[in-house]
Structure formats: structure tokens, C-alpha cells
């Protein structure tokens, strides 16, 4: 079992340092550019995706001891435990390899058939209950072996500080470059960078931490948050924290998935306002490559205010246009672009993450959500349209969205199921549901240019 794990902690390393692979080779390259190594980095990733999953898959498949296949035997009806008879009506039965499985219709609701199997069954014993197209229901009996020794797994809580604090340093960077500032020529100016990083760790903090209590709620372990520095690109490729056992029922899946993403947006929003309150509104030109004011080509850098290089548009999402609407309402009359302070870019950040995670595929927050939601069958069938829809995005509207649509392919069919996966969810669940998705609509949907002006934005390239 040790070298099991051992070989399990090794492929979740190399897949880290293998997704790291690419980002090196495009930052590293000598005066390259994005755009002009696009697909030298688009193939590399797919590349190392590729190879990690074929990696991990090797591992899963060649345990320590040699697998024999057996051929599932079927369970005559009078040997059927009379615990499963009293909460289902038995049609057909199998054993694969000790593991049983009964198909048949439930007695009474699953939630109360999945609390009497617990309270019965032996303790080395976890019923599932699934969701089965031809029976209905599909009752499985699993050893606890696997759990348990998950469960006895150490947590080191000095790596999830470790990495904590590295983060803020990576972070710190990472804000300070943003304004053309490296801290490593000029470590007495680190202030510069702290706003970015404490406002981006607080989102992402924020947002951990919301899945950890609700998880601990619902009686699932879990591991504290671990944060993932990287000394490159924004400082850091978030955080997670990593479920030890499985959770109960739908509604367990449904509060966690949804926990975070809520948690993470009531810290975000009112960062970001605030830092809107000191960014400015330009209608932008191109001037050697950046975006400036048509008025300012020449602006002193010693007296202009720290903004995020670049900016970005008011009216690239409809969440942003609103809230830079109500803050400065006046300025956007003149311009369209926003040169955000650091303080609101982080927020806006953790915002637009929050979107991209709450698209309900595979092992983002959506697709747990969506799943608990309306079930596997049809949380398959909307993951599977939420992915492609991405990466056609991805390949026609911003070629950005291909490295989340490349991680999360590879992601999308690695989903647990919960023990009790027939219970629906309740009324007020399913539509705080509907409210989250609508949530990530606003934030991912641009403003159709028709209502730019309607809006009170003025964008020269909208007519």
C-alpha cells in the first residue's frame, strides 16, 4: 500500500512540473512572444497533457501485486442479504471480485434506504446507490479498504504554510512586474507588488475556504488549502484543497461546489470596486505597441497612478460594465478602456476565474454543481457541451480560453461520484443553481455592442 501511494504523490508531482513544461519554454525563450510561439505552445501543452495521462494511466493499471480479471457471477435471488431486500425490490444481481451490485427498484425514498444501509450494513462495508437506466437504481456494496487508508494519510500542515508563503512572495513579484518593477533589481519596492498579491490571495483564500467549512459541514475530510506558487506569469496557478473521503449524497456535492465560487465573489466584487474607484477610463490607441490615451502620449510615468498594463474593456463582460457603471459612471462617457489599479485587477481576476470555474464541466465547480443538479446521466451530456462550446471558443473568439479548455479535457471524465447519487435536490438548491450559472453569464458574456451606448460607454470602434 505504501508504494502505492508513494507512486500515486509521484505522478501528481510530475503532472505539476509537466503542466509548468510549456509555460517555462514560452516565458523563457529569448525576445519570444506569445503570439509568435502560439502553436510551438499549444502543441507542447496538449504534449505533456497527453503524456501525463497516459503516465497516470499506466500507474492505475500496474499495481503491485498482478490483477486477476474475473468474470462477474450472478447472485441467485434467495442469497440476496435480506438488508438489500428491505429496502429494494431485487431484479437482477452480480458479484465482480467480492464487490456486489443490485439492481431493482427502491422500496422507500433513497435517502432513507441510504440511511438504513448505513445503520445495518458492517462497518467495513459503503453502500452506493446509482442512478441505473434499465432497474432504476443500482445498489453497490464497496470495501472501505481504499478510503481508510486515505483517511490514515499524514497532513502536513507546515507544506500548506510553505506553499502559502511562497505564494505571496511569487505573487508580490508577479504585482510589482505588472507595473515594470523587478523586485529582484530592486527588492526595496516590494510594497508596489503587496496590493495584487494580497488582494488576489484573499480571493483565492476566500474561495478555498468556503469549500473546506461547508465540506467539513457535510461530514466530508479534507485537507487544508494548498496554494500553488509559480515565479512567472501571475505568481500563482491557484489553490485547492484535496476531499479524503466521498461525499454523502447530491446535496453534499451540490453546497461544496457551490461554496466556493459564492464565497470567493463576496470578497472579489468589493475588491474590485474599490479598486475601481482609483483606476482611470482612456479611449484608447495603440502607441508603440500599448494602449494610451489619445491625449497623454507623452504622460509622465513619475505622476501617473499604478495601473495593470494594458487595461482592459468595459464592456467585456456584463458583470464588469455594471459595476464600472455605478462607480464611475461620469468617466465612462469619455472612454472605454479600464486602466486598472492592481488592487482592482486582482479583483477582477478572481472574478473572471470564478466564471471560468463555475462552467459546468467535468471537475470544475459547474460541473460538480451540475451534477448534483440534474444527475450523472445529464451532467455528462451538459459537461460534454460545456467543453466543446470552450474550445471553440477557444479556436474562434480568444485563443486564451484553449489552455483552460486543454487542462479541463483532460479533467472532465476524472468525476466521483457521490454514495447516494438518486436523492434529487431540494427546491431552494436547485434554483441557487439556476443563480450561479446566471452569475457565470454575467461575468463571461461580453456587452453586445448595440448596448454601449445605451450603457453610457463610449468606444470609438462602436458605432
Same mark, same amino acid.
Given at each position: ?251 453534499? +456535492?451540490?453546497?461544496? *461546489?457551490? %461554496? !466556493?465560487? @459564492?464565497?470567493?465573489? =463576496?470578497?472579489?466584487?468589493? &475588491? #474590485?470596486? $474599490? /479598486? ?63 486602466? +486598472?489599479?492592481?488592487? *482592482?485587477? %486582482? !479583483?477582477? @481576476?478572481?472574478?473572471? =476565474?470564478?466564471?471560468?470555474? &463555475? #462552467?459546468? $464541466? /467535468? ?101
Amino acid at each position: 500500500m505504501r508504494s502505492t501511494l508513494q507512486r500515486n504523490l509521484m505522478a501528481q508531482l510530475l503532472f505539476v512540473l509537466i503542466c509548468l513544461l510549456p509555460l517555462m519554454v514560452l516565458f523563457f525563450l529569448p525576445g519570444g512572444r506569445l503570439m509568435a510561439n502560439a502553436m510551438m505552445f499549444w502543441l507542447l501543452l496538449f504534449f505533456c497533457l497527453s503524456l501525463i495521462w497516459s503516465m497516470l494511466g499506466r500507474s492505475a493499471a500496474a499495481p503491485d501485486a498482478p490483477v486477476v480479471v474475473e468474470e462477474p457471477q450472478v447472485i441467485p435471488v434467495e442469497h440476496v442479504p435480506p438488508v438489500v431486500t428491505e429496502v429494494m425490490d431485487v431484479g437482477f444481481a452480480l458479484d465482480r471480485a467480492g464487490i456486489q451490485t443490485y439492481f431493482g427498484q427502491l422500496r422507500e425514498p433513497a435517502d432513507v434506504a441510504y440511511d438504513r444501509l448505513r445503520s445495518v450494513l458492517p462497518s467495513n462495508v459503503m453502500p452506493l446507490l446509482q442512478q441505473e437506466e434499465r432497474y432504476g437504481t443500482a445498489l453497490i456494496l464497496l470495501p472501505r479498504a481504499v478510503e481508510r487508508a486515505e483517511l490514515e494519510r499524514p497532513v502536513r500542515p507546515w507544506i500548506n504554510w510553505l506553499l502559502f508563503g511562497l505564494t505571496i512572495l511569487t505573487t508580490t513579484y508577479a504585482g510589482a512586474a505588472q507595473q515594470g518593477v523587478d523586485l529582484l533589481r530592486e527588492p526595496e519596492r516590494f510594497a508596489l507588488g503587496l496590493p495584487f498579491s494580497f488582494g488576489l490571495l484573499a480571493i483565492l483564500g476566500i474561495h478555498e475556504l468556503g469549500h473546506y467549512f461547508t465540506a467539513l459541514r457535510h461530514g466530508i475530510h479534507v485537507t487544508p488549502p494548498y496554494f500553488i506558487p509559480v515565479p512567472f506569469a501571475l505568481g500563482t496557478f491557484g489553490a485547492f484543497i484535496q476531499m479524503k473521503s466521498p461525499t454523502e449524497n447530491r446535496r453534499a +456535492l451540490f453546497d461544496v *461546489a457551490v %461554496a !466556493g465560487p @459564492l464565497a470567493g465573489l =463576496i470578497v472579489a466584487i468589493p &475588491l #474590485l470596486v $474599490i /479598486g475601481l474607484q482609483a483606476s482611470t477610463v482612456t479611449s484608447a490607441q495603440m502607441v508603440g505597441g500599448r494602449l494610451t490615451r489619445p491625449d497623454q502620449v507623452a504622460t509622465d510615468e513619475e505622476t501617473a497612478p499604478p495601473v495593470f498594463m494594458g487595461g482592459v474593456s468595459a464592456g467585456s463582460s456584463l458583470l464588469l460594465a455594471g459595476l464600472a457603471k455605478l462607480t464611475m459612471p461620469e468617466a465612462l462617457r469619455y472612454g472605454c478602456v479600464l486602466q +486598472l489599479t492592481p488592487l *482592482a485587477f %486582482a !479583483g477582477w @481576476l478572481g472574478i473572471f =476565474i470564478t466564471g471560468l470555474n &463555475l #462552467l459546468p $464541466i /467535468g471537475q470544475l465547480d459547474g460541473g460538480h454543481a451540475a451534477r448534483g443538479m440534474f444527475g450523472h446521466r445529464t451532467g455528462m451530456v451538459i459537461s460534454s457541451i460545456g467543453l466543446w462550446s470552450l474550445v471553440l471558443l477557444g479556436l474562434f473568439v480568444w485563443p486564451g480560453l484553449l489552455t483552460w479548455a486543454i487542462i479541463v479535457f483532460f479533467l472532465a471524465r476524472r468525476t466521483t461520484p457521490p454514495l447516494n447519487d438518486v436523492t434529487p435536490l431540494t427546491e431552494g438548491r436547485r434554483w441557487l443553481g439556476y443563480a450561479t450559472f446566471v452569475l457565470m453569464l454575467l461575468i463571461l458574456v461580453p456587452l453586445p455592442p448595440s448596448l454601449w451606448s445605451a450603457a453610457g460607454i463610449h468606444c470609438p470602434y462602436v458605432g
